[in-house]
T-cell receptor, first 112, second 111 residues
């Protein structure tokens, strides 16, 4: 069983389009995250939700809107995509006791 | 955002060699985590450390939580081809929901 899953794995789209990435975890964790990894492999936190409530918003453009329908799911919607949005986006969930984070396989977004 | 200083940035070694890398922070952490990322995959948790001075092993990997609580170390003994990848440290300060990640160490094994 995959602990943290993301769809799609690859996403190629044109500038100006709107797209969504979905994430699901079956670990029973309350807290989930979205990270962006750029071409230099730096991992930057974008958002975090705890039990469907936003707890971290790291100066991300308003074009990015996370949504958590329940604590097992955290989706990321991106409006008006720009070239600079091209990156790999990782979802993660966190054990509330150990604070260990478990990552999904990533979604490689390419904006042309 | 803040990133931890991780070194070396890259390593080129021969199979069978031992590897050492470290991570330093300007602030104190309560938790240190070490991850490995294979190409096209997400980071996978290798070792978690929770106490200053703690030494924890996972097979050929050994990690230590520095006494000052501002650094951590990862050693890999007798490297094998599947050790190739990018290794990240991550630290968490007390009361903080976020992990701060290191800049990564890219390990390459020379044939």
């Amino acid at each position: 069983d995959t602990a943290v899953s993301q769809t799609p794995k690859y996403l190629v789209t044109q500038m100006g389009n709107d797209k969504s990435i979905k994430c699901e975890q079956n670990l029973g964790h309350d807290t989930m995250y979205w990270y962006k990894q750029d071409s230099k492999k730096f991992l930057k936190i974008m958002f975090s939700y705890n039990n469907k409530e936003l707890i971290i918003n790291e100066t991300v453009p308003n074009r990015f809107s996370p949504k958590s329908p329940d604590k097992a799911h955290l989706n990321l919607h991106i409006n008006s995509l720009e070239l600079g949005d091209s990156a790999v986006y990782f979802c993660a969930s966190r054990d509330s006791v150990t604070y260990e984070q478990y990552f999904g396989p990533g979604t490689r977004l390419t904006v042309t | 955002g803040q990133q931890l200083n991780q070194s070396p940035q890259s390593m080129f070694i021969q199979e069978g060699e031992d590897v050492s890398m470290n991570c330093t922070s300007s602030s104190i952490f309560n938790t240190w985590l070490w991850y490995k990322q294979d190409p096209g995959e997400g980071p996978v948790l290798l070792i978690a450390l929770y106490k200053a001075g703690e030494l924890t092993s996972n097979g050929r990997l050994t990690a230590q939580f520095g006494i000052t609580r501002k650094d951590s170390f990862l050693n890999i003994s007798a490297s094998i081809p599947s050790d190739v990848g990018i290794y990240f440290c991550a630290g968490r300060a007390f009361g903080n929901e976020k992990l701060t990640f290191g800049t990564g160490t890219r390990l390459t094994i020379i044939p």
